[in-house]
C-alpha cells in the first residue's frame, strides 16, 4: 500500500507541476500583443470644401471723417458698411490718396457660386480706415469710396 501510496503522490506532484507550467507558473501574466498594423489607413468620409469666395463691393451705410486730436495728427474715416446676406463677410478697407482725393475701397467677400444659399439676414460692419497725416491746412479734400463721393473736408 505504501508503494501505491509513492505512485500517487508523484502522479499527483507531476500533475500539479505540469498544471504549474502550463498556466505560467511564474505569477506574472504574459504582456498583451499590440494588434498588427494595418497596411492602409481606414478613412472617414472626406470633409466638405470650403466654397470658393470672390471679393464685391460692400454697400456703404454711414461714413465720418474724423480729424486728428492734434496738429499734425492722423485722419480717420469712420465706415459703417452692409454685409447684405448671412453668407457676406467683411474683406478689407484699401486706401489710395489720388491728388485731392482718397479713393477708398470697402470689400465683402461673397461665395462665388451664387446658388449657394445664404440666410437674409442683412448686417453690418463698423471699422476704421487711416487717411493719414500732412494733409496741406486750408485745403478741400474729398473722399470717394467704392466710386461714390461721400465727403468733402476742409485740412486744419
Not at 501574466?29 to 470672390?54: D, I, S
Not at 492722423?74 to 478697407?93: D, K, R, V
Request: proline residues 10%; aromatic residues 6%; contains cysteine.
Amino acid at each position: 500500500m505504501t508503494k501505491k501510496l509513492g505512485i500517487i503522490m508523484v502522479l499527483t506532484a507531476a500533475a500539479a507541476l505540469l498544471a504549474a507550467v502550463a498556466c505560467g507558473g511564474s505569477g506574472t501574466a504574459p504582456a498583451p500583443t499590440q494588434p498588427p498594423a494595418t497596411e492602409t489607413p481606414v478613412k472617414g468620409p472626406t470633409p466638405p470644401e470650403e466654397p470658393t469666395t470672390t471679393e464685391v463691393p460692400a454697400p456703404i451705410e454711414d461714413t465720418a471723417v474724423v480729424p486728428p486730436a492734434s496738429a499734425g495728427g492722423e485722419y480717420t474715416l469712420e465706415i459703417t458698411s452692409g454685409l447684405p446676406s448671412g453668407c457676406a463677410q467683411f474683406n478689407e478697407y484699401r486706401v489710395q490718396l489720388d491728388g485731392n482725393t482718397f479713393l477708398v475701397e470697402v470689400t465683402n467677400l461673397m461665395p462665388a457660386d451664387q446658388m449657394i444659399a445664404c440666410t437674409a439676414v442683412y448686417g453690418y460692419h463698423e471699422g476704421e480706415a487711416a487717411l493719414g497725416s500732412g494733409l496741406n491746412p486750408g485745403e478741400t479734400y474729398t473722399v470717394s469710396i467704392n466710386g461714390e463721393l461721400t465727403h468733402s473736408f476742409i485740412a486744419r
